[in-house]
């Protein structure tokens, strides 16, 4: 099975991050995060789930320790040979911990400064505690950032992957559209999406398409149970194409039947907000003027009551359980945006008092001067 990049890439990856333990003062790293084990070695697997560890030394090669399960997963899909892949065994009493810590004894690591990923799914709090006793004899450090910060800035080949999940975005719409009218089944509306994206040789997206109409359009979280459709209705779709694990995220809410003057004047203020949000988008510019532009927006059209407090965040290759990779648009978020970024801008308004949603977005390339919209669909009110 090839490798989604050129070992020279991975290479690079190494190296960076290397650099930047050097300049933190870092001996080690250990690499819990999935899509950071992706970005340095190409291992791709859910396998995390149980407990998996990607060891970097900061002047030698990574070691991986995971399950049994996981063995060829690390030989078909990452640039780890055979003698850097390490297995602890399932038993009655197994801590994986205690197996960590014999590695790094083994490849004389006993001591020195470590830098751990601490956010992340990848090491649950029943791990993490006991890894934090267990590196007693280390300096700790949360280095949840470092490659995380190092992620953010898209290589060319990333660029072309995420445009790729963008076409596979545009046509889950597509076929979402064509899904969609009165006495439409939300089930076959999420069939003909996820399908549109399977079919375009994509891949599951890093958490589940959401949908819901009715009341459940006020809804931005996936929630199960499936309803037909009225014959005049509101639906909310947010969704992803993804393509070798690269996400580009999109959101709309489609309206069946006839759209009401207050539909409407809410699609004119979210559309109003998300162009004032890409004209914000600037390199060297902080996150934070960003949501600015979003709340200021929204605000001065009357929907400050119905608005959230964020307004999108980076995209990237990234598990489930979200799609998201941080950090958020938010209120004086001092995160200074480059060149290379790729962000997923939603406006988003919930509005209780009159039962209705509006919520618009797709994904942005950050270039050297601005920003691309990575979207082919205009952002006209669509009426089904």
Same mark, same amino acid.
């Given at each position: 099975?090839?490798?989604? #990049?050129p070992?020279?890439? @991975?290479e690079?990856? !190494? ?12 001996d080690?790293?250990?690499?819990f995060a999935p899509?950071?084990q992706?970005?340095?070695t190409g #291992?791709?697997?859910?396998? #995390? ?6 060891v970097l030394?900061?002047?030698a090669?990574?070691?991986?320790l995971?399950?049994? +399960?996981? $063995?060829r ?6 640039t780890?040979?055979?003698e850097? /892949?390490?297995i602890w065994?399932?038993?009655?009493g ?20 470590v ?7 990848g ?29 953010r800035?898209?290589?060319p080949?990333e /660029?072309?992957?995420?445009r ?6 545009d ?11 009165a =006495?439409a089944?939300?089930?076959? !509306? ?6 549109a ?5 994509g891949d ?5 398409f959401?949908i819901?109409s ?8 996936y929630?199960?149970?499936?309803r ?5 209705d ?11 694990? @690269?996400h580009a995220a999109?959101m ?5 039947g006839?759209?009401?003057?207050k ?13 004032a ?7 060297g ?25 964020a307004c999108?965040? =980076? ?6 359980p /979200?799609?998201v990779?941080? +950090?958020?648009?938010?209120?004086n978020?001092?995160? !200074?945006?480059?060149?290379?970024n ?6 988003? /308004?919930m509005?209780?008092?009159?039962? @209705? ?7 942005? $390339? ?6 691309e919209?990575?979207?082919r ?5 669509v009426?089904?």
């Open positions: 099975m090839p490798l989604h #990049f070992e020279s890439e @991975y690079s990856r !190494i190296s960076a991050t290397q650099k930047e333990m050097r300049a933190r003062g870092l080690l790293l250990l690499v899509e950071s992706y970005y340095l #291992f791709d697997t859910f396998g #995390f789930a149980l407990f998996q560890c990607l030394p900061v002047n090669s990574p070691h991986l995971t399950r049994a +399960p996981d $063995l997963q690390a030989q078909q899909t990452s780890l040979n055979d850097h /892949i390490h065994i399932d038993r009655e197994v801590e994986p911990v205690a197996d960590l810590i014999r590695l790094l004894t083994d490849l004389g690591l006993s001591c020195g400064h830098g751990v990923e601490l956010q992340t799914v090491l649950n709090a029943w791990n993490g505690a006991r890894l934090t006793n267990a590196l007693s004899a280390y300096k700790q450090h949360d280095a949840s950032d470092l490659v995380q910060g190092l992620r800035v898209k290589s080949l /660029i072309d992957y995420t790729k999940a963008a076409t596979l975005s046509a889950a719409l597509d076929a979402g559209m064509a899904a969609t009218s =006495g089944f939300e089930g076959d !509306i999420l069939a003909e999406m996820q399908g994206v399977f079919r375009g040789g599951y997206a890093g958490n589940e959401i819901g009715g009341t459940g359009a006020l809804l931005c979280r929630f199960s149970g499936r037909a459709l009225d014959p005049v509101q639906l909310t779709l947010e969704w992803a194409g993804t393509w070798r694990r @690269y999109m709309r809410t489609l309206i069946v006839q759209a009401s003057d539909q409407i004047a809410m699609h004119t203020a979210v559309t109003a907000a998300l162009e949000c890409e004209a914000a988008i600037k390199p510019k902080p996150m934070g003027d960003v949501y600015a532009a979003h709340a200021q927006t929204l605000d001065e059209l009357g929907y400050g009551h119905a608005r959230l407090n999108g965040y =980076g995209m990237g290759a990234v598990y489930n /979200i799609w990779e941080y +950090p958020m648009f938010y209120e978020n001092p995160t !200074i945006m480059q060149a290379g790729v962000f997923f801008l939603h406006m988003i /308004i509005d209780s008092d009159s039962g @209705y949603a509006m919520c618009w977005g797709h994904s942005v $390339l950050v270039t050297d001067n601005a920003v919209r990575l979207s669909h205009p952002l006209d009110l009426v089904l």
